[in-house]
């Protein structure tokens, strides 16, 4: 099993849509879990960390469930700028060191007119 | 701008020169990550710096790669008679001593022909 498992997609969804992601992980003992956002040929940024109480921001909500070993993404009211790469990420405690981050290999979405 | 930055941004080489990247990270972050991405895979961890300290490197990076953060700020990422499989978008990323998340830089996308 991936430490880290994402539907790579594509998702093609109409600007307007609300649209879910999953992620699994295989660690039980991860502590962290963010979303990033990578564009074409530019570099991941950070869309927002997973807390365990479940968080929003704007149109995007982030979901744990540890029990099941997942996080998720809903992404409400769709928008063209929207269209990205979405990686779950995951940190992999070992060896006294949780700093690490295990990435998922993306989920890819295309919100179209 | 005071996020991560990379330098170059663009190498083009041919195959068994030597090339070395920089990175520097954003000022007050202690920890500094090396990873590499190829088309539509998520980032490969390569190597992360704790201040001056190398504190893991992947055992897929081979003897060709090394890396350095002499005083703890800037890091280099130095490639030996680079090879073909090499090509890559080479990303840099540093951390907040207490937070996991990282923030990464543009990106160095290197080419070996």
């Known amino acids: 099993r991936k430490e880290v498992e994402q539907d790579p997609g594509p998702f093609n969804v109409p600007e307007g849509a609300t649209v879910a992601f999953n992620c699994t992980y295989s660690?039980?003992?991860?502590?962290?879990f963010f979303w990033y956002r990578q564009d074409c040929r530019k570099e991941p940024k950070l869309l927002m960390s997973?807390?365990?109480?479940?968080n929003e921001d704007g149109r995007f909500t982030a979901q744990l469930n540890r029990a099941s070993q997942y996080i998720s993404l809903l992404i409400r009211d769709s928008k063209l700028s929207d269209s990205a790469t979405y990686l779950c990420?995951?940190?992999?405690?070992?060896?006294?060191?949780?700093?690490?981050?295990?990435w998922g290999l993306g989920t890819s979405l295309a919100v179209n007119p | 701008d005071t996020g991560v930055s990379q330098d170059p941004r663009h190498k083009i080489t041919k195959r068994g020169q030597n090339v070395t990247f920089r990175c520097d990270p954003i000022?007050?972050?202690?920890?500094l990550y090396w990873y590499r991405q190829t088309l539509g895979q998520g980032p490969e961890f390569l190597t992360y710096?704790?201040?001056?300290?190398?504190?893991?490197k992947s055992r897929l990076l081979s003897d060709r790669f090394s890396a350095e953060r002499p005083k703890g700020s800037f890091s280099t990422l130095e490639i030996q008679r680079t090879e073909q499989g090499d090509s890559a978008m080479y990303l840099c990323?540093?951390?907040?001593?207490?937070?996991?998340?990282?923030?990464f830089g543009p990106g160095t996308r290197l080419t070996v022909t």
């Open positions: 990323a540093s951390s907040q001593p207490t937070r996991n998340e990282q923030y």
């Open positions: 000022s007050e972050h202690n920890r």
């Open positions: 710096f704790q201040n001056e300290a190398q504190l893991e």
């Open positions: 660690n039980s003992a991860s502590q962290s």
């Open positions: 997973v807390y365990s109480s479940g």
């Open positions: 990420v995951v940190n992999a405690p070992h060896a006294g060191n949780n700093r690490k981050l295990i």
